[in-house]
């Protein structure tokens, strides 16, 4: 496998380093070397998707829609070798690789129906009225427009459904924006894989070059400079919040500040009502014993925090909790940094005032790298309010279970944490009308609230809101799942007194994509 960067759809040698990846499991060099990118080629990437913006953000809908398709159907013919790759360099389990195969094909097959539908660009028609007074109303015509080049970050935890042609690249792409790739250091053979797909999406549907870029980097030079030259138009990130804000920082200190939607992370509470824990004590505890270690906690949704009155039967639901984690194996997590971070992390809290540990995993295999311990514990509400230490996220196996003495103390728990991407809520039947105002006080904190399940998996549809208030998300007005990702990447334009013959498709009188919005009404002098 020789993966040299892809810049304008070509391949591009880079004499500088050779980049190589390793297995997750075992540590070793897997096949393949990765030519590190500079910023020469950063520039050439940046140059190709202007050219090509110029040409893409024109190409009628229905051939974009064919463009994303062919996309979708260039990975499904990767098949297998795609799965065992991106296992290999991730650690997760091939099943749970062939749903995520499934995934990143569907989300490009989904907004490839949204940009054939064509309803999204919210076209607004204003006729004019020459006969009204006192002055004539001109004629406006307002939709939704692509900004430019957008620079994708790959993410660590989704080798392909938040990677390369993931959401971010899919909606990007539908939008009218050409995309260059930064590909994530964990999973270098995957990401070429992929790319070398979209790259023959490219050519087989005569898109322009520069559509679509990739470049590789193992720290965090290239990246910076993506994010800094002046013509990026916007920027996505999915990771930590330390990485997260250092993008945000530099993009406002651009002479030109560019948007940058940047999900940082969340520890997703879950609160358990009385009569729900009176009444599934044993059941609760084991699904959320299953959804805490699902994927090794490696999920931006992963229920890191568990909130719940004190009772007989919330004793019940940690003896089990207790029981159901301590006989979990040990699972492999995406890099050694990932893993050393977990580690240190939770067991730093675990050290924290009034913080106990009800168990850890105790099925350990030494001989592979980068395993994780999954640990629950708790903590009375009054000591995590005076502690903001236990509200940060740790990115892996773990979960705190605050306990609080009553409904109002459970309250102040809630109103003392940040913004977060889910908040669920675990309820019997008709227990919700008893707590109105913890619901309201939740739905200021969430971008994403949930009814008796868990947070762990997030569907990939219109209505799908994957994003939340402050440090959850930088903006939390856009999504970066589900097909209203989209509107991350455009910015509105009206169109004022034009020729039928020059508007856009969109705006012309009788096209079915017009919202016409008639305005007939006359403003009459007052000495009239």
Request: overall charge negative; some cysteine.
């Amino acid at each position: 496998m020789n993966g040299k960067n892809i810049v304008a759809a070509e391949y591009v040698d880079v004499a500088e380093k050779n980049l190589q990846a390793l297995d997750a499991a075992t540590g070793s060099v897997l096949e393949g070397t990765f030519s590190k990118a500079n910023e020469t080629l950063v520039d050439e990437a940046l140059e190709a998707a202007t050219s090509a913006f110029k040409v893409y953000r024109n190409i009628h809908k229905d051939k974009k829609a064919l463009f994303l398709n062919a996309i979708a159907d260039e990975i499904a013919l990767l098949g297998d070798v795609l799965v065992a790759r991106a296992s290999a360099e991730s650690g997760l389990p091939l099943a749970r690789l062939q749903g995520e195969v499934g995934r990143t094909t569907g989300q490009l097959r989904l907004f490839a129906n949204l940009v054939s539908e064509g309803s999204w660009v919210n076209a607004i028609i204003d006729h004019g009225q020459a006969d009204r007074l006192p002055l004539p109303k001109p004629d406006i015509r307002r939709m939704l427009i692509p900004v430019g080049p957008v620079v994708v970050f790959g993410a660590s935890n989704f080798p392909l459904a938040f990677s390369v042609a993931g959401g971010d690249t899919a909606s990007a792409l539908a939008s009218g924006c050409p995309v260059v790739v930064k590909a994530h250091p964990a999973h270098y053979g995957t990401s070429a894989m992929v790319a070398g797909a979209i790259s023959r999406a490219v050519e087989k549907t005569a898109m322009p070059k520069g559509v679509f870029s990739m470049l590789y980097d193992d720290e965090y030079q290239i990246g910076a400079a993506l994010v800094k030259h002046p013509l990026t138009k916007a920027v996505t990130f999915t990771g930590s919040f330390k990485g997260g804000m250092a993008l945000v920082n530099m993009a406002q200190e651009r002479a030109q500040p560019i948007p940058v939607f940047a999900e940082m992370g969340s520890i997703n509470p879950v609160i358990f009502l009385p009569k729900a824990i009176e009444q599934q004590a044993e059941e609760l505890a084991k699904k959320y014993a299953a959804s805490i270690t699902l994927g090794a906690g490696q999920f931006c949704t992963n229920p890191g925090l568990m909130l719940a009155i004190q009772s007989p039967r919330l004793e019940q639901f940690k003896a089990v909790l207790a029981s159901a984690i301590e006989i979990i194996p040990s699972a492999t997590m995406l890099t050694p940094g990932i893993a050393a971070n977990y580690s240190k992390l939770s067991e730093e809290v675990g050290s924290e005032t009034g913080v106990e540990i009800l168990a850890v995993s105790g099925i350990k295999n030494e001989s592979l790298k980068n395993q994780s311990e999954a640990r629950v514990a708790q903590v009375k509400a009054k000591d995590f309010i005076n502690n903001p230490r236990l509200r940060e996220e740790i990115f892996g196996p773990y979960s705190l279970l605050v306990v609080a003495d009553d409904v109002a103390q459970l309250s102040e728990v809630v109103a003392a944490l940040e913004g977060q991407l889910t908040a669920t809520l675990m309820a019997a039947d008709q227990e919700l009308s008893d707590y109105k105002d913890l619901i309201h006080i939740l739905t200021e904190k969430t971008g994403r609230i949930i009814l008796n399940g868990v947070p762990t998996g997030v569907e990939v549809c219109a209505a799908m809101q994957h994003g939340g208030p402050f440090p959850a998300t930088n903006d939390s007005r856009f999504t970066s799942v589900g097909s209203t990702a989209v509107y991350r990447f455009v910015r509105p334009l009206s169109y004022q007194d034009w020729d039928q013959d020059l508007l856009p498709d969109e705006l012309k009188d009788g096209n079915p994509l017009g919202i016409y919005r008639t305005v007939d009404q006359k403003i009459i002098l007052p000495d009239e």
